[in-house]
């Protein structure tokens, strides 16, 4: 279990990019002309390198996984994710560097790799078995359980090609869950099939990491990332930016993108983190910059990035940016994690009993006011206000806002404090749980985040009954006898 199964030591992969299309006619040139002559060989070097240049899909990179680890890779598009699952599947070279891999890998990359299109269904699933090192025997004894896995019906029989993407990866994973790998490589393929068969291979992973196989992750999807790996690593422009625990590096990827794409204004969190502190401390408070979701364009003030005769609906583009952005943190990080703060804040936070005192700790079923007091800066026209309450697991359990609900809230001028109130019963089943806060506004499908504040307060829910599972719902149950009613009644029994 303390050996690495997968040792990464310096890895590089450079793609050469020619400057023109008669550049690597010429370079050929040059390369001949280097050895023909090699008083020329300066010369020709040089202008050898003024025909392309070398782009980096990976730079330098170290990483060891050790038997039984669950490891998640994030990091935006481009930034080597792929590039790199595939170096350690062996299905590409390494530009430099060394891998070591010790054990059968099972790896799910892009979509139908391994597979022919042109052969069926059956007749592919003993090809990437074989890939995957099982005999043709062993593949028969296996062939049904992954049939039924896949559930792809008649379609067994039928060409790869005629499948959809949906189909493709059923099969794909269907085979994968079936050779016993040692090591599981999965980019991305889940996100294609359909929410039951996520599910069941969600449990199938499950499993997997159960009976202690390694496990490499990618997935844009946090919350699996983090429910699924104990570690994570952020990669960037082909580099590690921080690697850690799944809720950190998912908290500097979300911020990574609300920051418009700049590395550098997540450094202080990442420096915060390596020194052990909280990333929402002093780093977070140096960096106040207003967090935009999808806007190119620098800014100074609100005015600049607002369309004239911004209407007062919202779009299905900008309700998914926002559940996306409200969504980003689903697990608890224990310690309080926040940013946003230039264009307004949130200024203070509490919980209230019915009796409108602060409390933390509440029997199920009570009735409670979660109260939010905010401070613009700017006149905001339409500003959205959000609760999110998430168990110790990070499961969601609960979250609204004032655009989702349709409590669409007035206009807030610059320098007015104003305060929100969540009012509603608290029908949970006992354990902890954690709020965050959000105060945000649109302009235009820009999401602007003014200040968020995730697992900001934690509170205490007793039971009131020995009712078990998340919810609640206080049901009523009822027993009455039913009369039997015979159609003879004077026929014998």
């Known amino acids: 279990m303390t050996e690495p199964v997968i040792r990464v030591r310096g890895v590089s992969k450079a793609y050469r990019i020619w400057h023109s ?14 050895h023909l002559l090699p008083p020329l060989w300066a010369r020709c070097t040089a202008a050898q390198v003024r025909l392309f240049h070398d782009f980096y899909a990976l730079n330098a990179i170290d990483l060891e996984v050790r038997r039984g680890e669950a490891v998640g890779i994030v990091g935006r598009n481009g930034s080597g994710k792929s590039t790199l699952l595939q ?3 062996g299905t590409l070279a390494p530009t430099g560097g060394t891998v070591e891999i010790h054990g059968r890998v099972a790896a799910l990359l892009e979509l139908g790799s391994g597979f022919n299109p042109e052969y ?45 993407s949906g189909m493709v990866v ?26 039951r068969f996520q599910l069941k291979c969600a449990r199938a992973i499950d499993r997997f ?38 809720n950190d590096v998912a908290n500097l990827y979300s911020k990574l993108i609300a920051d418009g ?35 190119p364009e620098e800014h100074t003030s609100v005015e600049s990035i607002r369309p004239a005769g911004h209407p007062a609906q919202f779009h299905a583009n900008q309700a998914k940016a926002l559940l996306a952005d409200e969504r980003a943190h689903v697990q608890l990080s224990g310690q309080e994690f926040s940013y946003g703060g230039e264009l307004g804040s949130i200024a203070s936070i509490s919980v209230l009993d019915a009796a409108h005192q602060p409390r933390t700790w509440f029997k199920s079923g009570e009735s409670v006011t979660v109260r939010m007091v905010v401070e613009s800066r700017e006149r905001l026209q339409e500003p959205i206000y959000a609760l999110t309450i998430k168990n110790v697991s990070g499961v969601e359990i609960y979250g609204t806002n ?7 809230a007035p206009p807030i001028g610059a320098g007015e404090r104003r305060e929100i109130d969540f009012v509603f019963d608290l029908n949970l089943i006992a354990g902890e749980f954690f709020l965050s806060f959000g105060f945000t506004h649109f302009f235009g499908d820009n999401l602007v985040v003014i200040q968020r504040r995730y697992d900001a307060i934690k509170i205490s829910v007793q039971s009131a009954d020995r009712s078990f599972g998340i919810a609640n719902l206080k049901s009523v149950i009822r027993t009455r006898p039913i009369e039997i009613v015979l159609a003879n009644p004077t026929a014998p029994l």
């Open 21 to 34: 299309p008669a550049a690597r006619l010429q370079s050929i040139a040059l390369h001949v002309a280097k």
């Open 120 to 164: 069926t269904g059956r007749e592919n699933i003993f090809l990437n078995a074989s890939i995957f090192g099982l005999t043709e025997e062993e593949t028969r004894a296996r062939f049904g359980a992954i049939e039924a896995f896949a559930e792809i019906g008649e379609f067994i029989e039928q060409p790869v090609k005629t499948y959809s």
């Open 209 to 246: 990491l159960e009976r202690g196989v390694t496990l490499l992750f990618v997935s844009h999807d946090l919350s699996s990332v983090k429910r699924l790996c104990g570690s994570a690593l952020l990669l960037e422009r082909s580099r590690v930016l921080y690697q850690g625990r799944p």
């Open 402 to 408: 004032t655009l989702f609900s349709g409590q669409v």
């Open 170 to 195: 059923r099969l794909a994973f269907a085979v994968a869950a079936h050779v016993d790998p040692d090591i599981l490589i999965v980019d991305e393929a889940l996100s294609v099939g359909d929410a």
């Open 87 to 89: 170096i350690i599947a």
């Open 261 to 295: 794409g700049s590395a550098e204004a997540i450094m202080p969190d990442v420096a915060a983190l390596v020194a052990g502190q909280p990333a929402s401390g002093a780093a977070a408070a140096k960096d106040n910059s207003p967090t935009v979701l999808h806007s």
